[in-house]
């Protein structure tokens, strides 16, 4: 029946909403890599020796390793050559002392990516670090952070103003030469988010990052540290755009949390990179290492994560469950359309005893996508009393798409319990004729029902990010019915 | 209002419908009877949309307007509405908010303000107790782990919500209890209208009891074989199919 086929194709027609370019000066590298590059830009950053030694060992441990091949994803290989590794919007003057000295244009990028900065991060009461290209522009909510002690800055400011704290803890949950692209990252990170809070703090607001890639042919390889000491807590979120463009960019992140005994991080992640247009063409490579080392007794952490953008992504938040009873989680939803890839999961490593882990992955593939969950549970030989569950749920759309699972379960304690379930269901026409019947748009009823599927994890997102992730939705899904 | 002429209509190739013809004036209750595979549920569907059957022949105009042009929801804006015999699950999705986005498509098709959620609910627990629904159902997922019973009384309670021009009830009454039948028979008495028509289509003559109709019509074959009042399906129970010179070996009760 000649159906909605119009309406379809404008929706189609719609473009990324995050796609515009910011005309603002730049200062970029010329691309390539090499020592000198690495030197500039620890020069630049003004970095103790310490750091630029660190960099330089990183990178030539990266020199000597190979690209990874494994992952469930396709794609032309990267030439590290012809991308440039720092861009910073040029300044006026010197590093903008407040909100008000930042670049007029740039806040209007913010705005445009309705980024609660200037006032309206008041009314919400998130303290937001926005990451432009290279450097970070803006951290918003600096005084009543330090009131409470917590440290909430640029990676590079810390690098500069506690190095003891980096020195001791960057690194020692992703190692330099843990894998490839964590290496390259050690290497020529130029900034991220540092995150300190100390003995006992509860953090009095969320934290919140967002990242936005905007200079072509740039790299963005951010840092983020996080250290919640004895009894902490904190709420941590992210969110992620970048302007359409025709080249695929390269997006490889580090991110590090230390947890000590009774502390708790709650780390939540949207991210909506660009996808790439319908056919393919474009898009951000999210090459991404997260990791998460539960040091202490008790100590928790919660990984979710809303994954809907970039063309291929390739990240497994993890978490080290050395202490006892430490807890780890994993929420997730990631959405395929179009050509996009997706091989995304967790590690769950217990270590210590009485360790407990949940994973409840849900993937949603559209167009003609690849959508692939990939997950370790292992249980070392202390984990006595090691449990761990994991759900694991594909939704398909349409007939084109794939969903694959991999799970990995290694165990070298007999007293470890694992449950795993999966199911894979389809947007059924049953399901479709119901909504429709009712009155309901094609396009409305997918998201609804694949709004309902994701349920179970966007009721661990904060309630802002969780509606923000029921549009995204939304939007990704738009032209997934023909 | 709604007017069948010779319409015709296949699945997988297999023609179902022979040539409909059947006229409903608005304010009438219309039951439609006939033995299995006689093609009822395949009319209820194909008048509602579902694009799994094709369209051969014939045309249906709803208030003089082509009905089939329109694809499924904007029939239902329209005011088709279909109570469905085997309601689908939507795991996750609440009643409420399923009904709450079908009701607002419907009022900003009108060109009406759209309900918030508050008005909404008031709305929802009221329309729920008519037809003995715990508003808890409200909360719960589309169908999901409702019994046979809650699964056709909360595709009444969608039809009091609203509120068609035309409700058509597929098999409504069927693997329902006597006091079920009683809330949901309730219900669709409710729905009775001056502007609003009502299609039964049933296997058994019991629920025309509860629910008395203005017309009978026997389907059989993929056509309408003999039409008539109440007293026709009175006739039926007593004399099954055959004398009709239909053959069905599951006939009257």
């Not at chain 1, 432009?132 to 500069?160: H, M, N, R, W």
């Not at chain 1, 994890?457 to 939705?473: C, I, R, S």
């Not at chain 2, 709305?123 to 409200?138: I, W």
């Amino acid at each position: 029946m000649a159906t909605t086929d119009k309406e379809v194709k404008e929706l189609i027609k719609r473009e990324y909403e995050h796609g515009f370019v910011t005309e603002i000066e730049s200062d970029t590298f010329e691309p390539g890599l090499n020592e000198d590059v690495i030197r500039r830009l620890s020069e630049l950053k003004q970095e103790p020796e310490f750091m630029l030694e660190w960099r330089l060992k990183a990178y030539r441990r990266w020199l000597e390793m190979d690209e990874p091949e494994w992952a469930h994803v396709d794609f032309p290989k990267v030439d590290y050559n012809a991308i440039s590794y720092y861009s910073a919007p040029k300044k006026k003057e010197d590093m903008p002392q407040s909100l008000d000295e930042v670049d007029p244009e740039l806040l209007r990028t913010y705005e445009k990516l309705g980024i609660p900065l200037h006032e309206r991060a008041k009314l919400a009461g998130v303290a937001v670090d926005a990451v432009f290209d290279s450097v970070s522009v803006a951290t918003t909510f600096k005084e009543p952070l330090e009131k409470a002690g917590v440290i909430f800055c640029p990676i590079s400011e810390a690098v500069q103003k506690y190095p003891e704290l980096v020195k001791k803890y960057l690194g020692s949950v992703v190692p330099a030469g843990d894998n490839y692209f964590a290496a390259l990252n050690s290497a020529v990170f130029s900034d991220g988010s540092f995150v300190y809070i100390p003995k006992g703090v509860r953090c009095p607001m969320e934290l919140s990052t967002y990242f936005r890639i905007n200079a072509a042919n740039t790299g963005q390889f951010e840092r983020t540290l996080i250290i919640a000491e004895e009894g902490s807590y904190v709420s941590y979120l992210e969110g992620c755009t970048a302007p359409m463009r025709d080249e695929n960019q390269l997006h490889a992140a580090v991110v590090e949390l230390v947890i000590l005994d009774d502390a708790q991080i709650k780390y939540s992640t949207v991210q909506n990179w660009y996808p790439g247009d319908e056919n393919g063409k474009g898009g951000i490579y999210n090459f991404v290492t997260k990791r998460a080392a539960c040091i202490g007794k008790n100590a928790k952490v919660s990984w979710t994560q809303v994954e809907t953008g970039s063309a291929i992504t390739w990240k497994y938040p993890s978490c080290v469950l050395r202490g006892e009873n430490s807890v780890g989680e994993f929420y997730s939803v990631a959405l395929t359309h179009n050509f996009q890839q997706a091989d995304t999961g967790t590690k769950m490593i217990h270590l210590g005893k009485n360790t407990k882990s949940t994973i409840i992955s849900k993937g949603i593939s559209a167009g003609r996508s690849s959508n692939a969950y990939r997950g370790l549970v292992k249980f070392g030989p202390g984990a006595d009393g090691a449990r761990n569950f994991t759900q694991c749920d594909s939704l398909l759309i349409g007939d084109r798409c794939g969903a694959h699972t991999f799970p990995y379960i290694e165990s070298k304690n007999k007293s470890a319990i694992v449950e795993h379930e999966a199911t894979t269901s389809k947007v059924s026409d049953e399901q479709m004729f119901l909504c429709r019947q009712r009155g309901i748009d094609p396009e409305q009823a997918v998201s609804m029902i694949v709004n309902g599927f994701c349920k179970e994890v966007f009721k661990e997102l904060p309630m802002e990010f969780a509606v923000e992730a029921g549009k995204l939705l939304e939007v990704s899904l738009e032209g997934s019915v023909g | 209002m709604l007017s069948i002429k010779n319409l015709h209509a296949s699945v997988e190739g297999k023609e179902i419908l022979k040539g409909i013809n059947l006229e409903i004036k608005a304010g009438e209750v219309h039951a439609i009877m006939g033995p299995n595979g006689s093609g009822k549920s395949t009319l209820s569907q194909v008048l509602a949309g579902n694009e799994a059957f094709e369209i051969t022949g014939g045309e249906v105009t709803l208030n003089g307007d082509n009905l089939l042009d329109l694809p499924t929801e904007e029939r239902a804006r329209e005011g088709i509405f279909l109570a469905f015999q085997y309601p689908v699950e939507i795991p996750g999705v609440s009643n409420l908010q399923f009904l709450r986005t079908a009701v607002n498509a419907m009022r900003k098709h009108r060109g009406e303000e759209e309900m918030n959620a508050a008005e909404f609910m008031k709305l929802a627990k009221e329309v729920s107790k008519q037809v003995d629904l715990d508003p808890a159902f409200l909360k719960r997922g589309v169908n999901e782990g409702f019994s046979g019973g809650e699964k056709k009384r909360n595709e009444i309670m969608q039809a009091l919500l609203l509120q068609p021009k035309l409700a058509i009830l597929d098999e409504t009454d069927s693997g329902l209890d006597i006091d079920a039948l009683q809330v949901v028979s309730n219900g669709v008495n409710a729905l009775r209208a001056e502007d609003r028509a009502i299609l039964m289509v049933t296997h058994y003559q019991r629920l025309l009891n509860h629910i008395v109709p203005d017309y009978v019509h026997v389907l059989a074959g993929g056509k309408i074989v003999k039409s008539g009042g109440r007293e026709l399906a009175l006739e039926l129970e007593e004399r099954g199919y055959g004398w009709l010179g239909i053959k069905d070996e599951d006939t009257s009760n």
